[in-house]
Nanobody, 120 residues
Framework: QVQLGESGGGLVQAGGSLRLSCVVSGGTFSEYVMGWFRQVPGKEREFVAS????????EYEDSVKGRFTISRENAKNTVYLEMNSLKPDDTAIYYCARGSSGAAGQYDSWGQGTQVTVSS
């Protein structure tokens, strides 16, 4: 079965940067839309960004536009999230996810998450 593994989270000061990585094993990586989500305690999981199969088209939640960049390297089965100008409100567990085949906006496989903490 497909497995997704995130890495790159940690503690950073406001205004700093982090790059998250997600390596996907199993399946054919290039056939799937990939996305990043985040969640804080007591709140619903929130969409952050997505990227098309070829990497040509990106989509972002409004609060991260201009600060975050999603990219993918299909030869390495890896999707990235470059996060710049980080704010305390960005603190969350970040998850990568694989899009469902034939169902736009839906995701069928999730990683275990990586913690991002932004200090004031």
């Amino acid at each position: 079965q497909v497995q997704l593994g995130e890495s790159g989270g940690g503690l950073v000061q406001a205004g700093g940067s982090l790059r998250l990585s997600c390596v996907v094993s199993g399946g054919t990586f290039s056939e799937y839309v990939m996305g990043w989500f985040r969640q804080v305690p007591g709140k619903e999981r929130e969409f952050v960004a997505s990227i098309s199969r070829s990497g040509t088209f990106d989509e972002y939640e409004d609060s991260v536009k201009g600060r975050f960049t999603i990219s993918r390297e299909n030869a390495k089965n890896t999707v990235y999230l470059e996060m710049n100008s980080l704010k305390p409100d960005d603190t969350a567990i970040y998850y990568c996810a694989r899009g469902s085949s034939g169902a736009a906006g839906q995701y069928d496989s999730w990683g275990q998450g990586t913690q991002v903490t932004v200090s004031s």
